[in-house]
Structures are given as C-alpha cells and as structure tokens.
C-alpha cells in the first residue's frame, strides 16, 4: 500500500459525527474520515455487541479499551484487550466481531 496524497493534519475525533451501526446485537458508533483511498474510524461497540455479518475486507485494527473477541470463519477465536491488535488483508480470512463489555477501537482500512 502506498500513502499518497495525504497531507499532514491532526484530527479532534470528539468532533467527528458519530454514525450509527447496528449489529445482529448491540450497536456499533463509527467516527470515520477518509484520506484519499484510506477510512480511518473510532469504532465503538455498545456491551453485547455481535456483528451482523462475516467481513471481507482488510483491517488494522488497534484495541483502546475494553475487550474483544474475533471469530474467523475457519472457527479460530481471537480474545484482544486495549493494546492488542490485528491485521487481515482484503478477501483473506472472513472475520466477525463481538464483545459482552463493549470496546473502544481504532480501524485503518
């Protein structure tokens, strides 16, 4: 991946508007910006959050707080606290997510 086109700047992610997600349970509040073909997000996950799907896309993705458990569709389960991360490239491994506590992540993607 090249980063092009992107100049230096600081983002205030409190001033971000907050979008709403809705899991299978739980719900999930994105802030999101783009920089050219890069979505960097805040994602927050309300306590019992379950994806509602199997994602296919590429992640860096950096746990702040609480816990989080990743499932690959090859049943491998994953359990991160704040200061675990994980990377998965476009189309590799199917993952979903959940959490019983509620996190607080940072998503490159």
Known sequence: MEMKDIPFATVD?????????????????????????????????SPGYSADHWCQKGHVLFVLSGELETELADGRVFRMGPGHSYQVADRAEAHRSRTSTGATLFIVD
């Open 13 to 45: 992610w409190s001033g971000v508007e907050r979008t709403e997600h809705k899991g299978e349970t739980g719900v999930a509040h994105w802030r999101t910006r783009h920089f050219a073909d890069i979505r960097v997000r805040m994602v927050e996950y």
